[in-house]
């Protein structure tokens, strides 16, 4: 028999929700079914709420000092580490990263949790000037019920990064993990249980977006939204949330712009443009998906990345030697591999890739290899479209007024990088730049302490850093008559 994992609601492990189509715990490697996942519908979203607007009115949760809150996220940070192997197996086994990369994503997330502790029992209120005969003072309250919906490309790191400074904000959570990744969350929510949070403070529903997950915007009990995934689906919780005045931070796609100034060294900004687009199969939203390269050092740079893309080795995600694993799912690696036909078919030339791998081993998974497209324009529907896969769009510029005309011509503005010998020239550009992140002579260099987001259609909010926690609180100003 197949197992079939429980979904959590107020502490307890339960079945699916009767008439809810179960979820199928897919390897894109092998297409090969893990495991079955109990999935909720709109009566557990309710059900879920309800237990969570209790338990945060629960003295044990509500009145507990922040000192206590954080030894619970460190206890929960210590179960993450401890769960390293099986987490890591878990995400392998359902979206296809590396392991090492796997291996990493935990660590990041114990990290997040460990953060977010520190910042619990240092955040204080503020007495904010006086401009009479009284003592003005701004405290900061949890919104009661928040709910985080999730993506399937990063669960572990994205999951933590919600949860995290939800709870030392004082908050209850419902998590929504995506259906093709359901199952960190839930091996999440049994290590904050067993680190002594509350039953009810943490609830995971794994479930379908458009039922669970609409369901779950929609109640009046709950009073934000922290979401991460597709600008399309951003727009649509967005629009929920307007609806009922509830706020929401959205987190979505990116077509990031990497950048090659003929004064660079050559050699580390080929690494990272490759880094920065065929780590993960390209399925991160701050993937550098457009290069643009100073005309007199394209042609060198076209040379050695499609050199570097050539070397990388794609293979099994639990092998040593994989560098690039499968794309997430079959239906998505699909896609990919018909946006690249229609750009193909449009004009555009493929240099390397844009195909799957003919190793017989790899046959029956959802690989795609590495692929450099050159020849369009970034008018072109390849170089503004997301796609979310190992597929770089090479283009050339000629200065720097044309390369930030070209760069910012985009509904996106997730990140961007910066590769140049001139640090006057790397602040102009980087000011210049309409995008959430810079990275000078570096890529996807990310912390925790450092706000996140996205301008333009990439997103509303920031995450991260000590702003990360406050997205989670209302600011309450208290006056005493003097
Ligand atoms: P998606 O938008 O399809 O799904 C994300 C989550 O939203 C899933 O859990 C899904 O079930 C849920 N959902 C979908 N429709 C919903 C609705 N109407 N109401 C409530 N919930 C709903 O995205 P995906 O395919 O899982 O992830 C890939 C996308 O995520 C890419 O566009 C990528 O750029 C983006 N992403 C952004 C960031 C960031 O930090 N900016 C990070 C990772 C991924």
New binding site residues.
Partial sequence: MMEIKKLLIGGEWMDGEPGVERLFSTNPATGMVNHEVAAAGAQFAAAAVASAHQACRQPGWRDMLPAERARILYRIAEGIEAHSDPMSRLQMLENGKVWKECQAQVKSAAATFRYYAGVCETLGSEVTPARGNYLSLTVYEPYGVVVA??????PMT?EAQKIAPALAAGNAVIL?????TPSTGLLLGKIALDAGLPPGILNVLPG???EV??A??AHPQVRLVS????????R??GQ?AAAKLMPVAL????KSPHIVFDDADLDLAVDSIAGGIFEGSG????AGSRAFVQRGVYDAVLQKLVQRARAITVHLPDQAQAQMGPMASFAHRDKVASMVEQAIAAGAKAECGARAPQDQALAAGAFYLPTILTGMRNSDAIAQQ?I?GPVLCLMPFDDEADLVAQANASVFG?ASGIWTGSYQRAWRVARALEAGTVWINTYKQLSIATP???FKD??IGREKGIQGVHLYQQAKGIFFGM
């Fill in positions: 919906i999730t993506p399937w490309n990063s994205m929504k993990p995506s259906e093709v379908w977006g458009h997950g609409a779950l915007v979401f991460t995934g597709g600008t399309e689906s951003g649509r919780i929920a987190e979505l796609g990116g399925q991160s939203c701050v997301e979310f997730l996140f987001g996205g990439s997103g």
